[in-house]
């Protein structure tokens, strides 16, 4: 199985940046897709962006697209969610995911989940 744990997260101001990791054990890591969810008080958790397995394909969600970034080092089992120019609206609690199938919206189509990293925007 894939044991999965986030860091990174804290208080900015907004336009600040910050930069989250997930930490993954196991030996399958390579082979899942991973994503980075996130989800605010009272509201649903969400898709902030996901990674194909081998890092060739990306997708990010309309709200954070061109300020975030999603990477991955399958070498050293992490993927990280460079977020820049944050805003007031990107606090949340972010949770780290894995998946077998391909990059989706579906929370319970994700096998593995961190305990999740607050991220709180100031305004």
């Known amino acids: 199985q894939v044991q999965l744990v986030e860091s990174g997260g804290g208080l900015v101001q907004a336009g600040a940046s910050l930069r989250l990791s997930c930490a993954a054990s196991?030996?399958?890591?390579?082979?899942?897709?991973m994503s980075w969810f996130r989800q605010a008080p009272g509201k649903e958790r969400e898709l902030v962006a996901g990674?194909?397995?081998?890092?060739?394909?990306?997708y990010y969600a309309d709200s954070v697209k061109d300020r975030f970034t999603i990477s991955r080092d399958n070498a050293k089992n992490t993927v990280s969610l460079q977020m820049n120019s944050l805003k007031y609206e990107d606090t949340a609690v972010y949770y780290c995911?894995?998946?077998?199938?391909?990059?989706?919206?579906?929370?319970?189509?994700?096998?593995?989940w961190g305990q999740g990293t607050q991220v709180t925007v100031s305004s």
């Open positions: 196991g030996r399958t890591f390579s082979t899942y897709t």
């Open positions: 995911a894995a998946t077998k199938v391909g990059i989706t919206t579906q929370t319970r189509q994700y096998d593995y």
């Open positions: 990674i194909s397995w081998n890092g060739g394909y990306t």
